[in-house]
C-alpha cells in the first residue's frame, strides 16, 4: 500500500508565477489536509479538505491561495502570484473515513517551494 | 481550545545519555497526542500516539511517552541516544471540530543533536 505521495518535490517559481502541488492521499483515505512549514517553524494547519468539499480552511491566507480535492484524482494547492515569502515546505497528509484509528494522520514528504 | 507547548528549542545530548524533550499540552477534552519525527529535508514520521488508553506510551526505535494529566504534560523519553536520533522532534494535539473530524496542533519543534 503506496504512502501519501506528493508532487513535486522541489519546485521553483519567480515571483508572480502560479504555484500548483499535488497530494495523492492513501488508498481508501478520503480526508486531505495540508500543512506549511516556514523556515526554522514547526508546521501550520491550512485546509482539511474531503472530496470535493471544503471543511477547514481557517488556515489559509485569505488571497492567492485555494484547495481543491476533486472526485477523481489528486488534491491540488494553488498559489497563485507567489511571493518571497510563500517560500516553505508544504506537507499533506490523509486519514481514513471516520477520522481513522486515533485520529493519525499519514504524511506524504513535502513538497519545498523556493520562490526567487 | 487545543495546544501545545515545546519547553525546548533545542537539545544537545551525548550518544548513550538518556534523551528527554518536554511538552505541555492545554486541552478541553481528553486530548489524542502524537510525537513526529523530521529528519533534516524529509518528511514527517509518527513516533507514538496516546489516545486515553495507556498513559505509558512506547513508540519507534525505543522512544516513549508518559501522559500526565495532573500536570498537562506528554515528554517523549529515550534511555540511550543515538547519532541518528539527531532530528527535530514535534509534538502534537489533535483538534476535534465535531463527531470525527477534526486537524493537528504543531508544536514549534525541539531540534534534538547527539555529540558523539
Known amino acids: 500500500n503506496a504512502g501519501v505521495m506528493q508532487n513535486p518535490r522541489h519546485l521553483v517559481r519567480r515571483r508572480g508565477q502560479e504555484a500548483r502541488l499535488r497530494c495523492s492521499p492513501m488508498k481508501g483515505h478520503s480526508h486531505v489536509y495540508w500543512y506549511r512549514q516556514l523556515p526554522e517553524e514547526g508546521l501550520k494547519f491550512m485546509v482539511y479538505?474531503?472530496?470535493?468539499?471544503?471543511?477547514?480552511e481557517s488556515g489559509m491566507p485569505k488571497e492567492r491561495f485555494s484547495a481543491e480535492f476533486p472526485k477523481e484524482g489528486p488534491s491540488i494547492l494553488r498559489i497563485q502570484q507567489v511571493v518571497r515569502g510563500d517560500s516553505a515546505a508544504y506537507f499533506c497528509?490523509?486519514?481514513?473515513?471516520?477520522?481513522?484509528?486515533?485520529?493519525?494522520?499519514?504524511f506524504g514528504p513535502g513538497t519545498r517551494l523556493t520562490v526567487l | 481550545a487545543q495546544s501545545v507547548t515545546q519547553l525546548d528549542s533545542h537539545v544537545s545530548v551525548s550518544e548513550g545519555t538518556p534523551v528527554l524533550l518536554r511538552c505541555n499540552y492545554s486541552s478541553s477534552y481528553s486530548p489524542s497526542l502524537f510525537w513526529y519525527v523530521q529528519h533534516p529535508n524529509k518528511g514527517l514520521q509518527l513516533l507514538l500516539k496516546?489516545?486515553?488508553?495507556?498513559?505509558l506510551v512506547k513508540g519507534i526505535n525505543g522512544f516513549e511517552a508518559e501522559f500526565k494529566k495532573s500536570e498537562t504534560s506528554f515528554h517523549l523519553t529515550k534511555p540511550s541516544a543515538h547519532m541518528s536520533d539527531a532530528a527535530e522532534y514535534f509534538c502534537?494535539?489533535?483538534?476535534?471540530?465535531?463527531?470525527?473530524?477534526?486537524?493537528?496542533?504543531f508544536g514549534k519543534g525541539t531540534k534534538l543533536s547527539v555529540k558523539p
Open positions: 497528509a490523509s486519514s481514513p473515513p471516520g477520522g481513522g484509528r486515533d485520529n493519525e494522520q499519514f
Open positions: 496516546y489516545t486515553s488508553a495507556a498513559t
Open positions: 502534537v494535539v489533535w483538534r476535534r471540530y465535531g463527531g470525527s473530524q477534526g486537524n493537528l496542533i
Open positions: 479538505l474531503q472530496k470535493e468539499n471544503i471543511i477547514d
